[in-house]
């Protein structure tokens, strides 16, 4: 069984440039990430040896992918073949890594047969031939879990949890989960686990405070209160029958062993996501059940065999969960792809308790008669049907970033010249003010990026000046309840200038004036009342200074001749 087990995975590298067909938006600007990190050090959009780095629609690439993607061009090239031979490399040392764990926390028999499992495993198979980190993800919850009960220490589980979790977003909740109720580790060990894992976390819940970061895992939550959700109307309560549907769609037959998941991307539609040989296993098991029941004879399964059963069924409901509680695409393979190795555990669990009830030997023919069968057929369908029928759904769009891949790798291109759009933006319907929540101008800030309308300066590294007259804010989805915005501002206050007078406007009515006094720490009050705010329109700001000098004129500068008006450093809703 060793050698057909390293025969499939070894297989996994074959016709990489042909089926999954083409290269996709998301391998192609992950891949374009990884060869300006390697080429200089920065990324696509010039940051330097960034922790995260953004790609299409919202989505970002994490580090270990972004790094260890990068080494991997740098040494076997930029073809499309050799990024996804990257994780299928990877996705070969997860089974590898998962045979040592399952070995060490049951038998030799029980590890290989859930190393076959996983091995032709559609779930396993063909997220491992596209060049995005997902898998990396999971091979470092497998690492984490190996080394729960190899290593026992937790400063080494707690970072490998930690990397599984900046690698791939669904599994920031999977990991607590498994983390709370796994068996077999003490509480002692669990506390100093998750000490660590906050520790290792920082950086992960620093970035998550960016918006832009954070944009994809708002619009998808179920309980989002934002147009694209179908569920922003429901009651907590529907949310959660909702949430309960969704959960258990994941576990229908249709998704599991027929056509998995509808997504042409995550399944090639003509098998589910488990193998013939899962399910072989998954009825054999309810025979157990069905028998165990009948003849009430509860103690059927030995201890170890019901701790191996319940740590497989905590981890498949444990990943099943981010999936769940998204608000479209149910049942989503790639979001719950965490799944994959315990139901290999479980399949591997289920066969080695047969085998007492026949035969070990028995077992292991049928097993490998359905494996070899099975995978036969697949391979067929994987290799000849699905490039055909997928070819459409994997082409790249015309974003420059995805651009760069063809003109870096076929025009032979520096990734420093290849021509650059901005940094992607959030969307507009995120774009939703918080009372009390400070709004900076500074350069990079959220404000900067995403409120500034016509009429303003260079930016500067505290905030931005205007121009004279007519500079604009525009602000979306701000709250009804909005009475008033703080604004802190600068001025070009001198003793030749004594006093900045300004006139401030809300969507073209009637102006408020303001004199400012000191060059720094302005802090005025711009009041809302008797103007409807309405979440769904825009709100335009507009500001004139009644007397614009030049920071020369105030004897401020003696080169800087530009006429400025005010300073913004921060808005504040209130």
């Known amino acids: 069984m060793v050698y057909l087990i390293i025969f499939l995975n070894i297989f996994r590298f074959i016709g990489l440039e042909n089926s999954p067909p083409g290269f996709y938006v998301d391998e192609a600007a992950g891949a374009v990430q990884a060869i300006c990190i390697w080429e200089g050090g920065t990324d696509f959009y010039g940051n330097f040896l960034p922790l995260f780095s953004?790609?299409?629609?919202?989505?970002?690439?994490?580090?270990?992918?972004?790094?260890?993607?990068?080494?991997?061009s740098g040494i076997f090239g930029n073809s499309i073949y050799a990024f996804r031979a990257f994780i299928v490399f990877i996705s070969c040392s997860t089974t590898l890594v998962f045979y040592l764990w399952v070995k060490n926390i049951s038998t030799r028999k029980v590890a290989l047969f859930a190393a076959l499992s996983a091995s032709i495993m559609p779930w396993s198979f063909h997220f491992s031939r596209i060049a995005w980190d997902p898998p990396v993800g999971i091979f470092f919850l497998v690492a984490a879990l190996w080394a729960c009960y190899q290593f026992r220490r937790p400063t080494l589980i707690a970072l490998l949890f930690s990397i599984a979790a900046y690698s791939y977003s669904p599994l920031r909740i999977s990991i607590p989960i498994l983390l709370i109720f796994l068996p077999g580790i003490g509480k002692r060990e669990k506390i100093l686990i998750s000490i660590w894992g906050l520790v290792f976390a920082i950086p992960l819940l620093m970035?998550?405070?960016?918006?832009?970061?954070?944009?994809?895992?708002?619009?998808?939550?179920?309980?989002?209160?934002?147009?694209?959700?179908?569920?922003?109307?429901?009651?907590?309560?529907?949310?959660?029958?909702?949430?309960?549907?969704?959960?258990?769609?994941?576990?229908?037959?249709?998704?599991?062993?027929?056509?998995?998941?509808q997504n042409i991307r995550h399944s090639i539609q003509y098998f589910g996501e488990l193998s013939w040989l899962d399910l072989f296993a998954i009825i054999v098991g309810i025979i157990f059940i069905f028998n165990a029941l009948i003849r009430n004879k509860y103690n059927f399964f030995s201890s170890q065999e019901k701790k191996i059963l319940l740590i497989a069924l905590l981890g498949i409901a444990a990943n099943i969960l981010p999936a769940a509680l998204a608000n479209q695409g149910a049942p989503h393979a790639l979001r719950s792809i965490g799944c994959w190795p315990f139901y290999a555990l479980l399949t591997g669990c289920i066969l080695d308790i047969l085998g007492r009830w026949i035969s070990s030997k028995v077992v292991s023919i049928i097993a490998y008669a359905i494996s070899l069968i099975f995978f036969s057929l697949f391979s067929w369908k994987y290799f000849i049907e699905y490039?055909?029928?997928?070819?459409?759904?994997?082409?790249?769009?015309?974003?420059?970033?995805?651009?760069?891949?063809e003109l870096i790798t076929n025009q032979k291109m520096l990734c420093k010249d290849v021509?650059?759009?901005?940094?992607p933006k959030l969307p507009n319907e995120l774009l939703k003010i918080k009372l009390n929540k400070p709004i900076l101008f500074a350069s990079k800030d959220y404000g900067a990026e995403h409120f500034l309308g016509i009429n303003w300066e260079a930016q500067e590294s505290w905030g931005i000046w205007s121009k004279p007259d007519g500079a604009t804010l525009n602000f979306f989805n701000v709250p009804k309840?909005?009475?008033?915005?703080?604004?802190?501002?600068?001025?070009?206050?001198?003793?030749?200038?004594?006093?900045?007078?300004?006139?401030?406007?809300?969507?073209?009515?009637?102006?408020?004036?303001?004199?400012?006094?000191?060059?720094?720490?302005?802090n005025i009050e711009f009041n809302?009342?008797?103007?409807?705010?309405?979440?769904?329109?825009?709100?335009?700001?507009?500001?004139f200074s009644k007397n614009a000098i030049s920071p020369i004129d105030a004897g401020i500068s003696k080169d800087d001749d530009r006429l400025l008006g005010i300073g913004l450093v921060s808005a504040t809703f209130k």
């Open 528 to 543: 809302l009342n008797g103007l409807k705010v309405d979440p769904e329109q825009k709100l335009e700001i507009q500001f």
């Open 54 to 72: 953004p790609g299409v629609s919202d989505a970002f690439y994490t580090p270990a992918y972004l790094y260890g993607a990068a080494l991997w």
């Open 387 to 405: 490039p055909r029928t997928a070819n459409k759904n994997f082409l790249l769009d015309s974003t420059k970033i995805n651009q760069a891949y």
């Open 419 to 423: 021509p650059k759009d901005e940094k």
């Open 207 to 261: 970035q998550m405070q960016i918006p832009e970061f954070s944009a994809r895992s708002e619009l998808l939550a179920l309980w989002g209160n934002y147009p694209s959700n179908q569920y922003n109307s429901l009651s907590a309560w529907e949310l959660i029958i909702v949430g309960f549907k969704q959960f258990f769609s994941h576990l229908n037959i249709q998704f599991l062993f027929l056509s998995g998941d």
């Open 481 to 522: 309840n909005s009475k008033s915005i703080t604004l802190s501002l600068r001025a070009l206050i001198s003793p030749i200038h004594p006093r900045q007078f300004i006139e401030i406007r809300a969507n073209g009515g009637e102006p408020q004036s303001f004199t400012l006094e000191r060059f720094d720490s302005n």
